[in-house]
């Protein structure tokens, strides 16, 4: 089955340090990747995502990832993270393999201490 | 997000009773999904529907039942609820591939708690 895993339960960083959240995927064939943030009491919202073309993308907030087919892997980034980034994120998968469907990872926590 | 919502917002019951959770969109998707998050779990797909008449089970479908009455609307059941059952649940609704970026849209959850 398809899996989805990310490295890290809990991130604590302070303000201004640079974040790296790392996801790892199962499934060798085509895949769509996103990851998603969700605010403290708040729904999951999209931060970015890829389907095709340059592996490296830019999203909301100054967020940005890269695709490394030959890892598997999907890792966030953020150059200089600041206190209202606190949030859990979410990497997800989804291929014509699984049915459109979408699995997405257990979460990261982060922490950003002012 | 408004396009999604989601009613009950919060629901306390007690072991054994039945519960739906409803879900509406306004987005025009044909696609509607049920999710349950647990903390260090991550969200864990419980039931899936491609149009009005495709419903499909999902990773954890046992002791959840659903109904898609519209297109709109996509209803989640809890026949007999247990104490293990509690936890956020998240509508979302999704385009099918091909008609635009395949992103899920999330309702704002509701959060069930069965004593």
């Known amino acids: 089955a398809q899996s989805v895993s990310q490295h890290n339960h809990h991130v604590i960083l302070s303000e201004a340090a640079s974040l790296e959240l790392g996801c790892n995927y199962s499934?060798?064939?085509?895949?769509?990747l996103f990851w998603y943030v969700q605010y403290p009491g708040q729904h999951l919202q999209l931060l970015l995502k890829?389907?095709?073309?340059?592996?490296l993308v830019k999203g909301i907030k100054g967020f940005e990832a890269e695709f490394i087919k030959s890892k598997f892997s999907f890792n966030l980034r953020k150059p200089s993270v600041q206190w209202s980034d606190t949030a859990e994120y979410f990497c997800a998968v989804n291929s014509d393999n699984y049915g459109q469907n979408f699995v997405f990872g257990p979460g990261t926590r982060l922490s950003v201490l002012p | 997000d408004a396009d999604v919502t989601q009613t009950p917002r919060n629901r306390i019951t007690k072991t054994g009773k039945r519960i739906m959770l409803e879900c509406s969109q306004t987005k025009g998707h044909d696609r509607m999904y049920w999710y349950r998050q647990d903390p260090g779990l991550g969200l864990r797909l419980i039931y899936y529907s491609f149009d009005v008449k495709d419903i499909n089970k999902g990773e954890i479908s046992d002791g959840y039942s659903v109904s898609r009455q519209a297109q709109a609307k996509f209803s989640l059941s809890l026949e007999s609820a247990i104490p293990n059952q509690t936890a956020l649940y998240f509508c979302?609704?999704?385009?099918?591939?091909?008609?635009?970026?395949?992103?899920?849209?999330f309702g704002p959850g509701t959060r069930l708690t069965v004593l």
């Open positions: 499934y060798g064939g085509t895949v769509n």
């Open positions: 979302a609704t999704s385009e099918p591939p091909g008609q635009g970026p395949d992103t899920q849209y």
């Open positions: 890829y389907f095709s073309g340059d592996p």
